[in-house]
């Protein structure tokens, strides 16, 4: 089954810990974004990454640090420097040819901070 | 800046009645849009993708629709069921080579039997 899987499904930090967050597609896409959700909010870009070994902020970046270096995998470590990491983490991916671009998004992480 | 705001945030219904959800956004030079539907506690499944050049796309009882001019999109839902229920987010894309996209806050759309 092609797919995006994201784990663990819940995390909990401890105040000052930094912990990471996983997500691997099988889609063979390109492009994979890291969005974060808060209650009666909409998602927000955290990081987003075009091609291996490049990525770009996002905005709200601050607080959060990315790796992209293999196609599949793009993690993300929310560090000790994220004032308020209590959230619902999801990743998605899409292609960057052809015209529909489209998103697939994976389960989500929900992680927090005790 | 580019927005996107979805209204009503909450609407319930009764099963079988036919329904529209609405969206806007502020800029209208958008590449693409995406509806997309989440229930609670679960990541985000695509329902329908709208081309900047497209009016309109449809999958089963879903029908979306695209005005870029006035910066408006809707999602009909035909007779709604209770597994419809759930919250719905519009989605815009700002260019073409893989950015990523700028979300509403979703409407939650509760179906009763």
Redesign the interface.
Known sequence: DGGITQSPKYLFRKEGQNVTLSCEQNLNHDAMYWYRQDPGQGLRLIYYSQIVNDFQKGDIAEGYSVSREKKESFPLTVTSAQKNPTAFYLCASSTTSGRLHEQFFGPGTRLTVL | KQE?TQIPAALSVPEGENLVLNCSFTDSAI??L?W?RQDP??????LL?I?SSQREQTSGRLNASLDKSSGRSTLYIAASQPGDSATY?C?V?RS??????I????TTLSVSS
């Open positions: 996107v590449y693409n995406q997309f506690g679960k990541g985000l499944t695509s993708l081309q987010l989605a894309r073409q080579a893989g950015t990523a996209l979300f509403g806050k979703g």
